[in-house]
């Protein structure tokens, strides 16, 4: 009943940056916790950075300091904000929703469909 749609990919240079955006359609009945993971070819997939329902954050390792998550709710929709950009950081990149009703995660979660991010050294 949900539905998350990625954008934002691209080809750039090491350096540079990228914004990606996550828009949710469909049953939305809260605010809701939202993360952003990747995958690479041959790696399994990996949590990037998380926003809670309250608005705490957290983010990889790897990421941190380069990368932020945000979201605007009235949109629907959630952000990556990708600077700094390693060739390490290529891989697709999915949006995913953890839903919470009421502040109580539900054990009920969605995906996008990914968005390819590649980074030229």
């Known amino acids: 009943q949900v539905q998350l749609v990625e954008s934002g990919g691209g080809l750039v240079q090491a350096g540079e940056s990228l914004r990606l955006s996550c828009a949710a359609s469909g049953s939305i009945a809260s605010i809701n916790h939202m993360a952003w993971y990747r995958q690479a070819p041959g790696k399994k997939r990996e949590l990037v950075a998380r926003i809670t329902a309250g608005d705490s954050t957290n983010y990889a390792d790897f990421v941190k300091g380069r990368f932020t998550i945000s979201r605007d709710n009235a949109k629907h929709t959630v952000y990556l904000q990708m600077n700094s950009l390693k060739p390490e950081d290529t891989a697709v990149y999915y949006c995913?929703?953890?839903?919470?009703?009421?502040?109580?995660?539900?054990?009920?979660?969605?995906w996008g469909q990914g968005t390819q991010v590649t980074v030229s050294s």
């Open positions: 995913n929703q953890q839903v919470v009703e009421l502040g109580y995660f539900v054990g009920i979660d969605y």
